[in-house]
């Protein structure tokens, strides 16, 4: 007679922790515009390192919350895309908006934010998610975004 071998496994709970409300200006993600003005305070707060946030949007495009899902150097901030999508499953989100700042000032996309983007969009298809855009946030209110430049979102 041989003797089982006892695993133990931890048990583990995930949730989402509500941080406080804030206010925004708009009400809808419904453009680049928009979205940086829900957002840039929470990433141009320290314009030095580059930070990613996510949008969560329920069906309408309305905003059902955010998330800083990264903080980075001066020049880049690596992510995995599912830490980008974890916080829009447990919302019970419809879709989410990839926002982030360009410490340089120089919104245009690198290569490495448009293979992110590619990446995101498909882990998002995945869980039932919509990646409806990437917005790059630069000072001066300068943006650029990848649904109104026809940029693949997967």
């Known amino acids: ?18 941080e406080g409300t804030v206010t925004y200006p ?4 419904v453009d680049a515009a928009a979205v940086a003005s829900i957002v ?3 990433l141009l ?9 996510v949008l969560y949007t329920d069906c ?19 992510v995995a895309p599912a830490d980008i999508v974890r916080g ?4 019970r989100a419809h879709g989410i908006i990839l ?9 245009m996309p690198s290569d490495e934010d448009r293979a ?20 790059i946030i630069g000072p001066y209110g300068k943006t650029y975004s990848f649904h109104k430049h026809a940029l693949p979102l997967k």
């Not at 829009?88 to 919302?91: I, R």
């Open 1 to 18: 007679m041989t003797a089982r071998a006892v695993v133990r496994v931890p048990r583990y709970r995930c949730k989402l922790v509500r």
């Open 26 to 29: 708009v009400a809808k993600a």
């Open 40 to 42: 840039a305070h929470r």
């Open 45 to 53: 707060d320290d314009a030095d390192r580059e930070k990613i946030a």
């Open 60 to 78: 309408k495009l309305g905003i059902v919350g955010t998330e800083i899902v990264a903080v980075g150097g001066g020049s880049d901030c690596q």
């Open 88 to 91: 829009a499953v447990l919302a």
């Open 99 to 107: 926002a982030h700042n360009h410490p340089s000032g120089d919104p």
């Open 116 to 135: 992110l983007t590619v990446a995101v969009g498909r882990a998002a298809e995945l869980l039932g998610l919509t990646l409806l855009d990437h917005v």
